[in-house]
Every structure is written in C-alpha cells, then in structure tokens.
C-alpha cells in the first residue's frame, strides 16, 4: 500500500488486465547415446543442424566398441541426421561413454628431444573416442626485425628504443652481432619480453629476461638499434579431423602462438585443460601440458623435434612444419543401462551425464535414444538390456512430467517378436514405433536399417510447427527412407494397432509413412500421442504461466483472477481449434472458487484450480457406409 504522508498529486500504475498464459514449445528434442567425439558429461549440448553435431560430436562413420569384433553403426549420428532431415530444429544430446579398461578413451602423443630427455610436452585430445586421433601441425615463425629507435618524447633530441608489435610474454630471439648478415645458421640468445616500469626513466618500457634466472636481464635500452635485432618466434598449430580412411573432414587452426605460459595466446593457456567456457571447450579439440617448462624449453623441444638443432639457429626454423598423429582414442565400451541413465554431479568433479543430464533441460519434450536396442549379440540379454534402458527413458519422462519417449524394439524382429517386446511395456509417456528404418549411409555406400525413432522425433517436430501439438503426429513421410526393415501389411496392422504399437508402413503413390499415433499404456484415456502431449503442452503452459499466482493472497479476487488467466489461455486454444465443442462451454471449463477448495485447504495455503478440457482425437477409423439406392423412392 503506497504511503500519502503529504498533499499532493499521486501518480501511479495499476492493470486492468488478466495476466497472460503463452504456450510453451513442444518441438525440442533430447537424444542420448553414444558418439564418435565430444563432451561426456555436464550440460546438454544444444545443435540445430546435423552440420553443428558433427563439428561437435564427430560424423557417421562407424563405432568400435571394445571386446567387439566388429564396428557397429553409428546410431546417434544417424539419428540426429533423420531427426533433422525431417523438421526437427532444435535437439540436445547427451553423450554417453564408457571408458576402456586402463585407460580413459582420448587419443594422445608425446613431443621430446634428445638434447633434454627430461623435457617432455603432451598432447592429447580434449574428449574420449576414436575421433580423436587428429593430426596436429606446428607452422614454426620468425618475424622481421622488431627493434628501432625513435625520439624520445621527454628528451626531443635524443632517441629511445622501442619493440614494434611486441606483446608482454613474447618469445624473442636476439642474433649475435658476428652474425650480420644473417643467414639460416645464424647464432642468437633467446629472450622473453617484460614490461615493467622503469623508476630511472619513469615510464613503462620493455626489458628481455634471459632463459635462466641466474643470468642478467637484458633492458631495451641497452641494445644498439643500429647493430642489434630483435625477432619474435610464434608458432601455428592445425589440428585435422579425420574419417576412417584417415582423410581430412575438417580442420581448425590458429596463428601466432606464444611460447611463453605467461602470454594468454600461448600454446599452454590456448589448449589448457580447463578452458575459461563450454563454448571454447567445444572448439578447442586439444590439450597442451608442459609441466614447468618455459617458453624457451617449450620451443627447443618442438624445434629440435622437427631437426636436431633447429632451435639453436631459429631463422632456418621459419616455415619448418612438425606433424604430430595422436592416436589409441578408443570408443569405449558399449554403453549399458547404468550409462544411458547417467548420474548426477560428485565432489571429485564429475558431471552429470546420459538422462540426469538432460534434467537439468526443461525445455525437452521429446526424449529417444536411437540405438539403444540394439546390440553385439543377439539373445535374452540383449532383450533384458534393451527393455531396461527403455525402462529408464520411460521413467525419466514421467519424472520430468513434460516430455514424451519415442521406442524402438529390437532389430530384426517379426511381428511376434515385437509384440512380446510391447507387452513388457505400459506408460502414457512413451509409443513405440515398427519396424526399423531403411536408408542409404552415406559412409558406408550401402543400405543399413535404423531405429525410427530419429525419424520420428523429428516428424513430431515437424507436426508440431506446421499443425500444432494437438494433431495427431501419423500420416506424415517419413523423408530419407527408401524402404522398411519388413513390409507391413494390412492384416499385420491388425494385429499390431490394437496392441498401440505404431507401425511405418509404405503406400503405393503416397510413400514411406507413419501410420499409427499411439502410446504403449493399457489406460484408454491416454491411448492417442496427440492427446498425451497435448495435455502435456496445456499442464507446462499453465504451469510457466502462473507462477506468479506463488505467495498472493489466496482469496476471492486472485481466484477470479486465475479463472481469467486460464480462460482467455483456453478460449484461444478452442478458437484455434484446438478443442473439440462448437462454443467455449462444450470445449473447456474452469473452475477456482470455494466448491474447488475446503477451510483446510486455505488454512494450507493450497490453491486449488480445476481445469476441464475436450481434447481432439485423430480420426483413426475412416468409416464410409454405402449401400444401394432408388432414385424412383424420393418421388
């Protein structure tokens, strides 16, 4: 209540409106499985193209578990690539990984010389995976000479030097006099470059500090600008990804790099371990450890690398290139249930990862993990792992409340088969889709099958965008398919339907399609996809929407107010059609007043609103009755 303690005119602000619900999207996906590269823990990464997964998380080319013979097809990637060739556009992906015995999964390579054995730099791939076998070059450089004199600004008539475009933590090299003119096997000191304030002059200027603390440091001020030269030695360094066939997919690189741990464009602070964000993780595929190395041991060691003695003549070293192959980055092994459900954050640092990472999202509505079926050997543990990690995807979504899991059954399975699959499931927060998918893989030249789910997530999407969350998400091409695993026919269907698992089947003229819209669950109510997450999409609207009815005086007039709210947000539901009623009255209803709430209820400080809605259901059974008729009879 505002204060009027002295006359005057009071202006002040007031609504006259209802508050607003806006809908919340229901079109953003969250994948879960293994990958050839990329971050195993922490947050979700969010992708909006298949180009952005593969700079992230590597390409389609094939897994290769360990203890398995032979490589397996990389479902994820291939998931990730229908879910957007079929109108996804937003997805967050979870890697999950499973370390190889002895050792952590990341590609790796050490850098030594002879001339100081002990000196030793690693460089090892940022992230776990086979991926990680990049080919690194080092593009050694040696400027011009940056050393010159100019007047001195306090004094006109004499002159001072200067170091032209030198930066603080610089790696110099300063020639030897005997040496000019120089040539390739000129002699010189290496330096550091330091900026310090000079009491005797009272200004800032540069000083060279020499390799060993013991030697004496060399000011600016005392070389020659006439006789002496000053070069800046930097580094380049190319990092390569590389497919299966060891040809380049993709490239990184970055110029002009410091020798120097001090200078923060140096290779030690570029390619540190622990980066200053996620964003420069994901594009920073290495990392660099030197131990206590300076930047002159730093340079001797990748000099001498590319020919002994190199570093002691650094003008034969500009241009000179080393190539660097990190290898052993294992894909791990294959992922288990324990994997796919992640675990949450410990104090050693871990981060969450597989599902408890994705519920740190609540943006996601769609949950799949394409691959998850499928396994090395068939048999009744590979069903067993199956049904568990779809178990856990179930689980999450109806612990997250706002999200639906899109199923595959296992691959190769008859019409049997994937019945006794379904009958082992029931949940309005999931549906199951059949038979797998086929598609030419572009890595392979050849036709593979894939889980649907990919697809199909990426077809709710697509549904979602173009018609609305309340249709039906079935009758929809299923794009990048040339066929199905099995062929489908009706009779099948028949047995299939009742039992709520969705069958793709194709249509002679109308393609590859989608042809079922139901949940795996035995309650009736909630049989139909579009009706679970349509009401999903309703409960998370109202629920972001009115929250700032939290701690206001729960009575009459924010009960009225509530009605309000919910009601102009349903009215434009029904007015969208949305809801199945010719008038607002058989569409929804709203009720918050004293019939909703009891004495205890306000005295809990509960607010109780109940909320009626008349979904639409899709119309599964087109019926057309004909039967003969006389013309003469109407007469």
Known sequence: MPEYLAPGVYVEETSFRAKTIEGVSTS???????????????????????????????????????????????????????????????????????????????????????????????????????????????????????????????????????????????????????????????????????????????????????????????????????????????????????????????????????????????????????????????????????GDLGAIAIARVLLDSVAPGLADTPLAADGRTLEVRLRNGSDGSRPDGTAYGGHDAVGDGTDKTGLVALEDIPDVSIIAAPGYSVAAVEGPAAETRALDIAGRLISHCERMRYCIAVLDPRPGQDVAGVRGFRAQLDSTYAALYYPFVRVLDPVMHAEVDLPASGHVAGIYARNDVQHGVHKAPANEVVRGAIAFERTINKAQQDVLNPENINVLRTFEGRGNRVWGARTVTSDPEWKYVNVRRYFLYLERSIDVGTQWVVFENNGDALWANVRRTVEDFLFNEWKSGHLLGAKPEQAYFVRCDRTTMTQNDLDNGRLICLVGVSPLRPAEFVIFRIGQWTADRAS
Not at 30 to 48: E, K, M, S, W
Not at 80 to 86: E, H, L, Y
Not at 159 to 180: T, Y
Not at 191 to 210: A, K, Q
């Open 28 to 290: 953003t996906a969250g994948f879960v499985g293994a990958a050839r590269y990329g971050p195993t823990g922490g947050t979700p990464q969010l992708v909006t193209s298949f180009a952005e997964f593969e700079r992230i998380y590597g390409g389609l080319d094939q897994l290769e578990f360990e203890s398995e013979s032979e490589p397996t097809h990389n479902y994820l990637a291939q998931g990730v690539r229908a879910f957007f060739d079929n109108g996804g556009r937003r997805l967050y992906i979870a890697r999950v990984y499973v370390a190889p015995s002895g050792g952590d999964g990341r590609a790796g390579a050490t850098v030594s010389t002879t001339a100081a054995p002990s000196d030793v730099i690693t460089l090892t791939a940022r992230y776990p995976g086979q991926a990680g076998d990049l080919r690194l070059t080092f593009r050694f450089h040696v400027s011009q000479n940056v050393l010159a004199d100019k007047p001195d600004p306090a004094d006109p008539g004499s002159r001072i030097n200067v170091l032209s475009g030198v930066g603080d933590a610089e790696l110099l090299w300063v020639p030897d006099v005997s040496s000019v003119p120089l040539g390739d096997d000129a002699t010189g000191t290496y330096y550091t470059s330091e900026l310090y304030f000079d009491d005797t002059l009272g200004r800032r200027t540069w000083r060279l500090r020499p390799e060993a603390s013991a030697d004496p440091v060399l000011p600016v001020a005392d070389l020659d600008a006439a006789f002496d030269q000053v070069r800046v030695v930097t580094v380049g360094l190319e990092a390569a990804f590389l497919d299966g066939d060891g040809q380049t997919i993709r490239q990184e690189s970055w110029d002009r790099l410091s020798f120097d741990p001090d200078n923060r464009q140096s290779l030690s602070q570029v390619f540190a371990e622990q980066l200053a964000s996620r964003s420069l993780e994901l594009s920073v595929p290495l990392v660099l450890t030197a």
